[in-house]
């Protein structure tokens, strides 16, 4: 596992020879509390740039299913012919291929991002125990 380090932030991901394209990466952030203590989050998910892939393509066939339904629909109501309705269900089928490539990825990303929590755990738990063992005396 390779890490990156900033002030707050540590970002976990897997070794570049190891990586594939739906490899997942891990960012872990802290944060100071009040009473001393410092409480850690976690977020497991792909990369940034296979985020963006996501969202480019549920925008730009959730934009051309509006163009489709807005031009179908008003030549519809001015009594004209509107086959382009037609392409809705195309649509439809497209946007359930994204999905389930992405719950595909989530699979094949599985065994990584175990990876990656079980070794963001080894490095809290001597951490916690340190914690724990301070305050109790």
């Known amino acids: 596992v390779i890490a990156s380090v900033w002030e707050h932030h540590i970002i976990l991901k ?3 020879e190891k990586q594939h394209f ?19 989050r976690g977020l497991c998910g792909p990369k940034p740039s296979v985020w963006m892939m996501f969202i480019f393509f549920y925008f730009l066939l959730g934009f051309i299913g509006m163009m489709v339904m807005i031009m179908g629909f008003s030549q519809m ?3 004209l012919s509107h ?12 946007i359930l291929m994204v999905f389930l490539t992405a719950k595909m ?18 490095i809290i738990t001597p951490m916690e125990e340190n914690t724990t063992a301070g305050t109790s005396s």
């Open 83 to 94: 086959g382009i309705l037609w392409l809705l269900p195309a649509i439809a089928f497209l």
């Open 105 to 122: 990825g989530q699979r094949l990303a599985r065994d990584e991002m175990e990876l990656l929590f079980d070794f963001c755990r080894k």
């Open 14 to 16: 897997i070794p570049p």
């Open 22 to 40: 739906w490899s997942p990466q891990m960012t872990v952030s802290f944060e100071d509390l009040e009473n001393g203590l410092t409480r850690v």
């Open 77 to 79: 109501s001015l009594g």
